[in-house]
């Protein structure tokens, strides 16, 4: 099924690394991932409302504006993966082709969300225990009680859910307390009320309730965001250079630039090779000369391989 994603909407996204392998070798990719978020997130643009950085994968809660959870999401992890192969000597994929995102009922999930993701470090024993969490600078709790400062991180809007007589920290301190004395061994998956947390009684839970794998929340959300959701043709989709694109290709089919280039017949770069024609033709508008001057290869041959249809099918691991 295609993703879903409108203006406004809130996302849980999950990115794993290729195979569960870690993503992050020390502080200084970690610090580098955040400084990419920076460049994505913040004021006008989209707003994280929850972050953790595991070993081996990334948790976000992300409210879409002005640029689509896609968009987002695959400048984020390409950017991110070309510094970490350069900087540890390494090619091939680093995350698995396709992230995960769960449209948010942020009425009802928003908190228990906030608190789901803060919480995996500790539940996985990488940090222990709820005062550590205070401190370490790779989840959004640090952030949200204030021991943190990051620019692109929407605490306020957060914090803003605990309102009341006591402080929002404080009362932020005593919720995230009771989540860690929960059981251990919930998840919060998609699917309307079928496959998630239980936090409401409603009569929506019956059998007959709307139901979609790829939303967290009651059936009426549900139909809610189905009826309203808005699906742009791909050639609506925001454009990205030609030099972009050939660096996403290269990511993607787990490929050098100069491999991409060098006009072998290898199995793997010939797809990714037809892959970046079709999509830089059919969805970008680029020309065939340009693609072939990119390529080192004839215009003739950009024009053999988009009559013959031939990266139609492996430029779909370009839609993100």
């Known amino acids: 099924k295609p993703r879903l994603d409108a203006p406004g909407l809130v996302h849980h996204v999950i990115a794993r690394g290729i195979e569960r392998r870690e993503i992050f070798v020390d502080d200084a990719d970690r610090r580098t991932l955040f400084a990419q978020i920076s460049k994505l997130a913040g004021g006008d643009n989209n707003h994280i409302y929850a972050f953790c950085l595991m070993p081996n994968h990334i948790h976000l809660c992300v409210r879409t504006l002005a640029m689509p959870l896609a968009t987002f999401m695959r400048r984020l992890l390409t950017r991110y993966a070309i510094y970490f192969n350069h900087r540890h000597k390494r090619c091939g994929h680093l995350f698995q082709n396709r992230y995960k995102s769960f449209v948010v009922d942020e009425e009802n999930y928003l908190l228990e969300l906030i608190r789901y993701i803060h919480l995996n470090p500790v539940r996985a024993g990488t940090i222990n225990g709820l005062d550590a969490l205070e401190r370490w600078p790779y989840a959004g709790h640090a ?177 993100m």
């Not at 965001?225 to 290709?249: G, M, Y």
């Open 143 to 319: 952030a949200l009680m204030g021991r943190v400062k990051l620019s692109w991180f929407a605490s306020e809007h957060a914090l803003s859910l605990f309102a009341g007589k006591r402080s929002p920290r404080e009362r932020l301190a005593t919720f995230m307390q009771e989540g860690l004395e929960r059981s251990s061994n919930y998840e919060l998956s998609g699917g309307g009320l079928k496959r998630s947390l239980k936090i409401r009684e409603r009569s929506e839970r019956a059998a007959t309730g709307a139901f979609d794998e790829r939303i967290l929340g009651a059936s009426s959300f549900v139909e809610a965001v189905l009826a309203n959701i808005e699906h742009p043709p791909r050639d609506q989709a925001p454009k990205v250079s030609l030099e972009e694109l050939k660096q996403i290709v290269a990511t993607v089919f787990g490929l050098t630039d100069a491999e991409l280039c060098s006009g072998s017949r290898r199995p793997t770069i010939v797809s990714a090779r037809d892959a970046l024609i079709w999509y830089g033709a059919q969805h970008l508008g680029i020309r065939a000369a340009e693609i072939a001057s990119t390529l080192n290869i004839t215009p003739s041959a950009v024009c053999t391989a988009l009559r013959l249809k031939r990266g139609k099918e492996s430029s779909e691991r370009l839609l």
